[in-house]
């Protein structure tokens, strides 16, 4: 059962941040899993029985912790661990640089994106989602896309009313700015919990209009 996290937790991404290195990261790295990894793995577990009933046949799974470890092949920034934790299911990241909560499809795949933009097209489909978009919105979430084209794609008019939502590549709803020393109570999950409810109309959404089963955050099954 979830309890808090410690409020010396913080502390040890700001070290990491300064240390970056294997020697004091092996020194530290029970610190980490009893600090981060052990309560927020409860945290989801919690969560998750608290959003069994509005998430319906949308299992959302067992939790599940991202590695710190960040892959450094491809990146100018040779840093090789990541300062903050993040994991799911719905998506939750703790740091140095923010805190962020939320849900939905962080992109796209190929063929999803296809039939993304004719679901969004259509007056149908499009536009309870656009009423659904526009009520999260007015109650404080984020809901949007990352890093969105520039232009309707092709063969959509510009001036589409859905233009927004043609432009995307994901959408993706940002939970309210957590409230200050929330994160070490317990009640935190109540307030995942309330918050998830709130999203879940638009992670069904997403997860039930695309023929597919499997509902993605940030390419990874949730």
Known sequence: ???GFDRTAPAFFAEL???MNKRWFDANKQRYQDQWVAPMTELFADVAKGLAKPYGKLKLGAPKIMRIYRDVRFSKDKAP???HIAGMPLYMHIGLEEEYVGAGTYFFEDNRLVRWRKLV???KTGKPLAAL???LRKAGYSAGGHDDYKKVPKPYAAE???AEFLKMKGLTAGYPTMPKGLLHKAALVDWMVEHGKAVAPLVLWLATRDGNKQHKFDGRTV
């Open 17 to 19: 941040a300064v240390e």
């Open 1 to 3: 059962m979830f309890k």
């Open 133 to 135: 978009v526009g009520k």
């Open 160 to 162: 589409h009313p859905r």
């Open 121 to 123: 097209a259509a007056d």
């Open 81 to 83: 661990y990541k300062t």
